[in-house]
């Protein structure tokens, strides 16, 4: 099985946007977050990028239904995550940020 065209296409705009910094408009105007931070401290991008995945869902046809509620939900953490008075509301709950791992045998081909 494969990822649909959606999500693929979801997770392109994402990449994009965060890429060039103008993700979760207009949460995170005025954060830099692309600047040497992301080399330097890229937990903080699998945070936002597994944030982004956990939260998205999908209608019955396999279209994503809540595309820019994720961008949001990430965009709330990053902001949290360079200002240190910035609440995330509702706060982030823990499914939210799970990080799950690859499968071994994905490494393996």
């Known amino acids: 099985m494969k990822v649909n065209m959606y999500i693929s296409g979801a ?16 949460i995170l105007e005025g954060i830099d977050y692309t600047d040497s931070t ?20 999908l209608d019955k046809d396999g279209s994503v239904i809540n595309y820019k509620y994720c961008e949001q939900r990430a965009a709330q953490y990053i902001r949290s995550y360079f200002e240190a008075g910035y609440t995330v509301q509702p706060p982030l709950e823990s499914w939210e940020t799970e990080l799950y791992p690859v499968s071994k045998e994905s490494y393996a081909k």
């Open 38 to 57: 992301m080399k330097e401290e890229s937990s903080f991008v699998e945070q936002a990028f597994a944030i982004f995945m956990n939260n998205l869902e």
């Open 11 to 26: 997770v392109r705009q994402f990449s994009y946007w965060f890429a060039h910094g103008t993700l979760g408009y207009p």
